[in-house]
């Protein structure tokens, strides 16, 4: 609907941000994955309703998004009520702790066996709850952010005093010394800013609680914040800003939160404004510190399996000595309602398909229509039985992907979301249709058995964000700071599930008004239409709680059983109760290591098609099963494996085992699903190049292994001339050819019957042809290609074999490999070694290192990264590389100090840095437990070495194994394998380029600092 009496504006605009990336990736993939964090990630339902990340403002350029026009006009505002399921008034009771000081004891919330939530004197908040797990968590939550910044809003001071107060310099430690605490207890740490709070927290063992206690307390309640700290960090943040303009799902999240707001100080990217920022102080920064860093504006949560009042002791200690402080102010400005449709449109380079994102305005997180809405949003578009999803993308074919998410902060009224990727020239009639579909809902409302399936699917995904010390912590935290009730979360599912498909059908009818709807799209710039783009005109059956007090009896973890199936298939069996969930995790030797140029993309193509029905089931009737369980399948083709995944609660395991083998073994590859199928992939292949970090992994796998002539020189997805002229016939062969031929390992873990389990197994993927043979423990282990020799004396060296540079479109950023030629390998007996010298150089799981402290503080890149990532045997070799992002006009200076501190390896035990050497063993300790906490992660890495002929328990030594790496050895691999390389430079200004190959020296190495802060910054609801 074209809005009256008001002309089209043509504007340009700065759409800022900044969020801080991570590296992920299988430890068996050869492919570089770094990822980074998404620019809008709004949630369904009140835990993840927050608004995320930040929103846009107007001031500056962007040299990637140009504003092509916009059309204004703004709600009726929905009246706020107190919090549903909030806390009553508190239970007062005699306090049991003989603290003294502000530490003391005011009242508590809860008082129970294995939880405690008290009130201090001080007016901090402690929440502390025993559960089963190997993990504490320890979580300081501020309640300030980017819409309390009051005279300083649009300078991003709560999200620049989160880089300063993490880690740095505090009234108990120096900067320094409180790094080396850190790393003592593992170095698990991090922190984010919303728009409503900065949170900081450490994850580590139970033996260390007292001492993460001790630093998240130091660095909120009194941090320095000197001048060295203030300059460097200040320079990190310009780094972020900039990375934020070449990632378009954060574009499109800016151009919404700017359409959305025109008063509220929601308008304002939490980052800030890169103008205001550089006016800023170290005044400014430390008097707004001193305002909204007080113990009565804190939350402060930990969860571990210790005694309550042992964890509520160490927090009161630890701030018995801070007095509260003035009453920092929540009052920010009333939005006006929105009356008239409202248009904003932009382009991106090398998008590939538009993203559109069409927005009613919504309610706060404290309307009792948030329970109808958010059921409402979760059967729209939340699963893939979800009307949206089954009309649009599978029976129109009018859109790519979709979904609705209705985000609902607490201060302020939020937006009820429609988010589609689609070609271009498919924007207007999916709006259309869209908006059809909508007054279909208002006129008949939502059939029942949909809205049961969304029930499941809110109530399961509950489940899972439960299955860690951090999940358990935060969700306390969040609940608390947003409603007052720490259990807000559970007291949500049980309103949802008494929402009435009539409640559902009268919110449909109050909140989607077409006069309202706002519309945001994001255009390639190079499709010619941009120039006239077109205006906005009861659960099925119970399931278990979301939250359990914690067991009584100790956690029930087995051994894991193994058992060679008739088939040859291996299936690992374990039983683990800390959640009430089941995973099924099958893995099959092959993908792109199957492939070459002309059958590159097949293997994706032909998983991607199990998910579109079986011979006795549609596609349909599997995403409609899976979403009934609350239940999750995946399909996928990696760089050397082909996995089916699904994850389900325990009740429900019997009979998604039954359909997860049926999609296993009895695909349908129908015709009808083929062409769409083929459409949506070609549309991700074709929208890749506006990732620049994708962008420069594609071109140095290119440059890299196009030489070597190896499959991982392919990318999983394939090219969009080959998906093209795949056929029907092609896939069914390749399936039962090469995937299905393959030798297979199957794990099921989780809350699950294990002889009930082996049962199920053995009858539905057990039986038929035997396949390739199982592979005998060990067998893939070679032998160690450098010994523990001593050094020679020489100078340490790089040999650069080759510069590829390739001219790009992202003005700002250029992107760095640079791959030398290590040739790791699974099974590789220097794989230790390996993991040392990426941990001393980047980091391990969370970034720290050479290289992250040397570029990161000098303000050179926005992210740096080394990764080990081994081929699939000692044929197919992988790569040890270096990844980073940074100015274009700082490339020369990034890649020779990326050498140096890679060639830092070979040089003495002084440039090393045996102190460090030795605490990396403990940051590796920490974090790989971690990262194994879950069942699903422990399923994962016990297939996957299985398949590779590791042994399901290969992973088990790996703790002793890094333990024994000797400082030699490491220095003996830098020389003989970490030194020739290529190096890879994807830039929108490649005449700046000046690196050349040839070899390169050093005599000697100028020190860095190695006691690194170890804290990533993300800015964003979902900072992790």
């Given at each position: 609907?074209?809005?009256?009496?008001?002309?089209?504006?043509?504007?340009?605009?700065?759409?800022?941000?900044?969020?801080?990336?991570?590296?992920?990736?299988?430890?068996?993939?050869?492919?570089?994955?770094?990822?980074?964090?998404?620019?809008?990630?709004?949630?369904?339902?009140?835990?993840?309703?927050?608004?995320?990340?930040?929103?846009?403002?107007?001031?500056?350029?962007?040299?990637?998004?140009?504003?092509?026009?916009?059309?204004?006009?703004?709600?009726?505002?929905?009246?706020?009520?107190?919090?549903?399921?909030?806390?009553?008034?508190?239970?007062?009771?005699?306090?049991?702790?003989?603290?003294?000081?502000?530490?003391?004891?005011?009242?508590?919330?809860?008082?129970?066996?294995?939880?405690?939530?008290?009130?201090?004197?001080?007016?901090?908040?402690?929440?502390?709850?025993?559960?089963?797990?190997?993990?504490?968590?320890?979580?300081?939550?501020?309640?300030?952010?980017?819409?309390?910044?009051?005279?300083?809003?649009?300078?991003?001071?709560?999200?620049?005093?989160?880089?300063?107060?993490?880690?740095?310099?505090?009234?108990?430690?120096?900067?320094?010394?409180?790094?080396?605490?850190?790393?003592?207890?593992?170095?698990?740490?991090?922190?984010?800013?919303?728009?409503?709070?900065?949170?900081?927290?450490?994850?580590?063992?139970?033996?260390?609680?007292?001492?993460?206690?001790?630093?998240?307390?130091?660095?909120?309640?009194?941090?320095?914040?000197?001048?060295?700290?203030?300059?460097?960090?200040?320079?990190?943040?310009?780094?972020?800003?900039?990375?934020?303009?070449?990632?378009?799902?954060?574009?499109?999240?800016?151009?919404?939160?700017?359409?959305r707001y025109r008063v509220s100080p929601a308008r304002v990217p939490v980052i800030g404004y890169q103008e205001v920022i550089q006016k800023l102080s170290r005044d400014d920064v430390y008097s707004y510190y001193k305002m909204a860093?007080?113990?009565?504006?804190?939350?402060?949560?930990?969860?571990?399996?210790?005694?309550?009042?042992?964890?509520?002791?160490?927090?009161?200690?630890?701030?018995?000595?801070?007095?509260?402080?003035?009453?920092?102010?929540?009052?920010?400005?009333?939005?006006?309602?929105?009356?008239?449709?409202?248009?904003?449109?932009?382009?991106?380079?090398?998008?590939?398909?538009?993203?559109?994102?069409?927005?009613?305005?919504?309610?706060?997180?404290?309307?009792?229509?948030?329970?109808?809405?958010?059921?409402?949003?979760?059967?729209?578009?939340?699963?893939?039985?979800?009307?949206?999803?089954?009309?649009?993308?599978?029976?129109?074919?009018?859109?790519?992907?979709?979904?609705?998410?209705?985000?609902?902060?607490?201060?302020?009224?939020?937006?009820?979301?429609?988010?589609?990727?689609?070609?271009?020239?498919?924007?207007?009639?999916?709006?259309?249709?869209?908006?059809?579909?909508?007054?279909?809902?208002?006129?008949?409302?939502?059939?029942?058995?949909?809205?049961?399936?969304?029930?499941?699917?809110?109530?399961?995904?509950?489940?899972?964000?439960?299955?860690?010390?951090?999940?358990?912590?935060?969700?306390?935290?969040?609940?608390?700071?947003?409603?007052?009730?720490?259990?807000?979360?559970?007291?949500?599912?049980?309103?949802?599930?008494?929402?009435?498909?009539?409640?559902?059908?009268?919110?449909?009818?109050?909140?989607?008004?077409?006069?309202?709807?706002?519309?945001?799209?994001?255009?390639?710039?190079?499709?010619?239409?941009?120039?006239?783009?077109?205006?906005?005109?009861?659960?099925?059956?119970?399931?278990?709680?979301?939250?359990?007090?914690?067991?009584?009896?100790?956690?029930?973890?087995?051994?894991?059983?193994?058992?060679?199936?008739?088939?040859?298939?291996?299936?690992?069996?374990?039983?683990?109760?800390?959640?009430?969930?089941?995973?099924?995790?099958?893995?099959?030797?092959?993908?792109?290591?199957?492939?070459?140029?002309?059958?590159?993309?097949?293997?994706?193509?032909?998983?991607?098609?199990?998910?579109?029905?079986?011979?006795?089931?549609?596609?349909?009737?599997?995403?409609?099963?899976?979403?009934?369980?609350?239940?999750?399948?995946?399909?996928?083709?990696?760089?050397?494996?082909?996995?089916?995944?699904?994850?389900?609660?325990?009740?429900?395991?019997?009979?998604?085992?039954?359909?997860?083998?049926?999609?296993?073994?009895?695909?349908?590859?129908?015709?009808?699903?083929?062409?769409?199928?083929?459409?949506?992939?070609?549309?991700?292949?074709?929208?890749?190049?506006?990732?620049?970090?994708?962008?420069?992994?594609?071109?140095?796998?290119?440059?890299?292994?196009?030489?070597?002539?190896?499959?991982?020189?392919?990318?999983?997805?394939?090219?969009?001339?080959?998906?093209?002229?795949?056929?029907?016939?092609?896939?069914?062969?390749?399936?039962?050819?090469?995937?299905?031929?393959?030798?297979?390992?199957?794990?099921?873990?989780?809350?699950?019957?294990?002889?009930?389990?082996?049962?199920?197994?053995?009858?539905?993927?057990?039986?038929?042809?035997?396949?390739?043979?199982?592979?005998?423990?060990?067998?893939?282990?070679?032998?160690?290609?450098?010994?523990?020799?001593?050094?020679?004396?020489?100078?340490?060296?790089?040999?650069?074999?080759?510069?590829?540079?390739?001219?790009?479109?992202?003005?700002?950023?250029?992107?760095?490999?640079?791959?030398?030629?290590?040739?790791?390998?699974?099974?590789?007996?220097?794989?230790?070694?390996?993991?040392?010298?990426?941990?001393?150089?980047?980091?391990?799981?969370?970034?720290?290192?050479?290289?992250?402290?040397?570029?990161?503080?000098?303000?050179?890149?926005?992210?740096?990264?080394?990764?080990?990532?081994?081929?699939?045997?000692?044929?197919?070799?992988?790569?040890?590389?270096?990844?980073?992002?940074?100015?274009?006009?700082?490339?020369?200076?990034?890649?020779?100090?990326?050498?140096?501190?890679?060639?830092?390896?070979?040089?003495?035990?002084?440039?090393?840095?045996?102190?460090?050497?030795?605490?990396?063993?403990?940051?590796?300790?920490?974090?790989?437990?971690?990262?194994?906490?879950?069942?699903?992660?422990?399923?994962?890495?016990?297939?996957?070495?299985?398949?590779?002929?590791?042994?399901?328990?290969?992973?088990?030594?790996?703790?002793?194994?890094?333990?024994?790496?000797?400082?030699?050895?490491?220095?003996?691999?830098?020389?003989?394998?970490?030194?020739?390389?290529?190096?890879?430079?994807?830039?929108?200004?490649?005449?700046?380029?000046?690196?050349?190959p040839g070899e390169r020296t050093y005599p000697s190495f100028p020190p860095v600092d190695l006691t690194p802060r170890g804290v990533q910054h993300d800015t964003g609801a979902a900072g992790k």
């Open positions: 609907m074209k809005p009256r009496g008001i002309a089209p504006i043509i504007l340009s605009l700065t759409l800022l941000a900044g969020c801080s990336p991570s590296g992920s990736g299988d430890k068996h993939d050869s492919q570089p994955t770094p990822a980074h964090a998404p620019g809008y990630t709004a949630g369904v339902g009140p835990a993840a309703s927050a608004a995320p990340l930040a929103d846009p403002g107007n001031t500056g350029k962007n040299p990637l998004l140009t504003l092509v026009n916009e059309t204004e006009s703004a709600d009726p505002a929905q009246p706020a009520t107190g919090p549903a399921g909030a806390t009553g008034a508190p239970e007062m009771l005699q306090p049991r702790s003989s603290f003294t000081g502000y530490g003391a004891e005011n009242y508590r919330l809860v008082s129970e066996k294995d939880e405690i939530v008290s009130v201090l004197k001080n007016g901090m908040v402690v929440i502390v709850k025993r559960i089963p797990s190997p993990v504490v968590a320890v979580r300081g939550v501020s309640l300030t952010g980017g819409v309390y910044e009051g005279k300083w809003l649009g300078g991003g001071l709560s999200h620049l005093l989160e880089h300063l107060v993490a880690g740095g310099s505090s009234e108990r430690r120096t900067e320094a010394e409180n790094r080396d605490l850190l790393q003592k207890i593992g170095n698990n740490s991090n922190a984010y800013t919303t728009e409503d709070n900065t949170s900081f927290f450490i994850n580590t063992t139970t033996d260390h609680m007292e001492q993460a206690v001790d630093l998240v307390t130091g660095w909120m309640l009194g941090a320095k914040i000197t001048v060295p700290e203030y300059r460097r960090e200040y320079e990190v943040v310009q780094r972020e800003l900039e990375m934020g303009k070449g990632e378009p799902d954060r574009q499109l999240y800016y151009l919404a939160a700017m359409n860093y007080q113990p009565n504006n804190m939350v402060f949560a930990v969860a571990g399996n210790l005694e309550p009042e042992a964890m509520l002791a160490a927090v009161q200690k630890n701030v018995a000595g801070a007095p509260p402080g003035r009453v920092f102010s929540h009052n920010i400005e009333t939005e006006p309602p929105v009356l008239t449709p409202r248009t904003l449109v932009a382009t991106f380079p090398k998008l590939g398909q538009a993203k559109l994102m069409l927005g009613f305005p919504s309610i706060t997180q404290n309307d009792p229509d948030l329970f109808a809405l958010d059921l409402l949003a979760t059967a729209l578009g939340a699963g893939e039985s979800s009307l949206l999803v089954e009309e649009l993308r599978d029976r129109q074919q009018l859109v790519s992907n979709i979904a609705a998410t209705d985000d609902t902060p607490s201060y302020v009224n939020g937006t009820f979301f429609i988010e589609m990727q689609l070609d271009p020239d498919k924007v207007q009639q999916a709006t259309e249709s869209l908006l059809k579909i909508l007054e279909s809902v208002k006129k008949d409302g939502m059939d029942a058995g949909r809205l049961a399936r969304a029930k499941t699917l809110l109530r399961a995904a509950r489940v899972k964000r439960l299955e860690t010390a951090e999940e358990i912590a935060g969700s306390l935290a969040d609940d608390f700071r947003t409603t007052g009730d720490p259990h807000f979360s559970d007291k949500y599912l049980d309103r949802i599930d008494k929402i009435t498909p009539k409640q559902v059908q009268d919110v449909a009818k109050k909140y989607f008004d077409s006069g309202k709807l706002m519309t945001n799209a994001l255009f390639p710039a190079d499709w010619a239409g941009s120039k006239g783009l077109p205006k906005a005109e009861d659960l099925l059956r119970g399931v278990s709680p979301a939250s359990q007090p914690a067991a009584a009896q100790p956690v029930v973890a087995s051994a894991v059983q193994r058992v060679e199936l008739e088939n040859g298939t291996v299936l690992l069996l374990k039983r683990v109760t800390t959640s009430p969930t089941v995973v099924m995790s099958m893995y099959s030797l092959g993908g792109v290591t199957a492939e070459d140029e002309k059958t590159n993309g097949l293997g994706n193509l032909t998983m991607q098609m199990l998910m579109r029905g079986t011979k006795t089931r549609s596609a349909e009737q599997i995403a409609e099963f899976f979403d009934s369980i609350g239940g999750e399948m995946s399909v996928a083709s990696g760089n050397n494996s082909w996995t089916w995944t699904a994850s389900c609660l325990k009740a429900d395991f019997a009979k998604a085992f039954n359909v997860y083998a049926d999609i296993v073994k009895n695909p349908a590859f129908a015709d009808a699903e083929a062409g769409p199928l083929k459409k949506r992939v070609e549309a991700a292949i074709k929208s890749e190049d506006a990732d620049w970090s994708q962008q420069s992994i594609r071109f140095f796998k290119n440059k890299y292994y196009g030489p070597q002539h190896s499959p991982y020189q392919l990318m999983p997805e394939g090219t969009q001339q080959n998906v093209e002229t795949f056929t029907v016939p092609q896939m069914r062969d390749w399936y039962a050819g090469k995937v299905m031929g393959a030798r297979r390992v199957l794990a099921i873990y989780g809350d699950v019957d294990l002889d009930k389990a082996k049962a199920l197994a053995a009858e539905l993927l057990g039986k038929g042809e035997k396949h390739a043979p199982a592979v005998a423990a060990g067998s893939q282990q070679g032998a160690a290609d450098v010994g523990n020799d001593t050094p020679a004396a020489q100078s340490a060296s790089i040999n650069v074999q080759r510069v590829e540079v390739q001219k790009t479109e992202q003005d700002g950023i250029a992107g760095v490999v640079i791959g030398f030629n290590a040739r790791p390998y699974i099974g590789d007996k220097d794989a230790y070694a390996f993991t040392m010298a990426k941990t001393v150089t980047g980091g391990f799981t969370y970034p720290t290192g050479y290289l992250f402290e040397t570029l990161r503080g000098r303000g050179l890149v926005y992210v740096v990264e080394s990764q080990a990532t081994p081929g699939r045997d000692k044929n197919l070799p992988g790569t040890f590389l270096v990844f980073a992002g940074c100015d274009p006009a700082k490339v020369n200076e990034v890649v020779d100090l990326c050498l140096e501190n890679i060639a830092r390896l070979q040089g003495t035990p002084q440039d090393i840095n045996e102190t460090w050497f030795n605490r990396a063993k403990e940051l590796i300790d920490v974090a790989d437990a971690m990262e194994h906490e879950t069942p699903a992660a422990q399923a994962s890495v016990a297939a996957l070495d299985e398949l590779f002929g590791l042994g399901y328990a290969f992973h088990d030594q790996f703790p002793a194994k890094i333990r024994e790496v000797q400082l030699s050895q490491v220095q003996s691999l830098a020389r003989h394998r970490i030194r020739d390389c290529v190096v890879t430079i994807s830039t929108p200004a490649p005449d700046v380029v000046k690196t050349k």
